[in-house]
């Protein structure tokens, strides 16, 4: 099932005879998470906060923060921190490659798990209509202690007015599914 919804998400990037608005790299981001850990048997939910400044045609910076509240207890938090390269291949399809420093933290009472890494990604952004964007990555983060996790997203925004969005992603890592569904204002 996941990587059906990963090659329909490539597959309609690709489609002939699509229109592309122009893509913007400055954006402040709000999202609602749902959160599923196969490893551990626990679900969740909260919130993230998103952020991207374009510096030129090519580079941005990016950050993220996350925190969720899961099953028993379990509060959860992570912060990503990064640059990114953009490449249009197209007039309707940008890659964008990212390299990333991540902290996450795991609290259950007075007990704490930490762990940071270098996180590298890569994947496709296209505006497929005036008013509709999809994109869909892959990442890899490597953490210090607790080894690497691989993950995919497949997402897609609806354009309300030229700089507001409502929009909803899946993210699948090794261990971990979350549901997004999100506010963005790009400026």
Known sequence: MKRTALFVA???????????????????????????????????????????YELND?????????????????????????????HS???KLDFVGT??????EVKLGSLTADDDGLGIGGGIRSRIAESVELDASLKLVDFDESGSDTGYSVGGRYYFNDDMAIGASVDFTDNTDTLRVGFRWEF
């Open 58 to 86: 090519r580079f941005h910076l990016f950050g993220e923060w996350q925190d969720q509240s899961l099953d028993f207890g379990i509060d959860g938090r992570s912060l990503e921190l990064g640059g990114g390269y953009t």
């Open 10 to 52: 490539i597959a309609a990037v690709f489609a002939p005879g699509l229109v592309l608005a122009d893509m913007n790299y400055t954006n402040f981001e709000v999202s609602m998470i749902d959160v599923e850990n196969d490893s551990v048997n626990v679900d969740g939910d909260g919130f993230a906060l998103e952020g991207s």
């Open 89 to 91: 291949f197209s007039d």
């Open 99 to 104: 390299l990333s420093y991540v902290d996450a």
